[in-house]
């Protein structure tokens, strides 16, 4: 079994900014790709970010240079620090891991339940 669990999702204003943290937890061998995704209502759900292994970096256009990813192995947490907020950001978030349970498995992904983020204007 493994769990992602989300958090830090809320309601801000815009300009404010937020912290989404996701943790994996329980039968983990080791963990390659962690990525957010988002969904708004009515809309398909798109990525957001994405980071490596080895620390290498992603960003949809929408949010570069305000949205930061980043994660602690040590941990098995991957961030979203994000500033500059806007409205159109208002969607619920999820986490996206690449997950290896044991060495005799290949990686699957696993989704987060989302948290959700609301910009008002």
């Known amino acids: 079994q493994v769990q992602l669990v989300e958090s830090g999702g809320g309601l801000v204003q815009a300009g404010g900014s937020l912290r989404l943290s996701c943790a994996a937890s329980?039968?983990?061998?080791?963990?390659?790709?962690m990525d957010w995704y988002r969904q708004a209502p009515g809309k398909p759900r798109e990525l957001v970010a994405q980071?490596?292994?080895?620390?290498?970096?992603n960003y949809a256009d929408f949010v570069k240079g305000r949205f930061t990813i980043s994660r602690d192995n040590a941990k098995n947490t991957v961030y979203l620090q994000m500033n500059s907020l806007k409205p159109e950001d208002t969607s619920v978030y999820y986490c996206?891991?690449?997950?290896?349970?044991?060495?005799?498995?290949?990686?699957?992904?696993?989704w987060g339940q989302g948290t959700q983020v609301t910009v008002s204007s």
């Open positions: 996206h891991v690449q997950i290896r349970r044991d060495s005799g498995r290949g990686f699957n992904y696993y």
């Open positions: 329980g039968s983990i061998f080791s963990i390659n790709v």
């Open positions: 980071i490596t292994s080895g620390g290498s970096t």
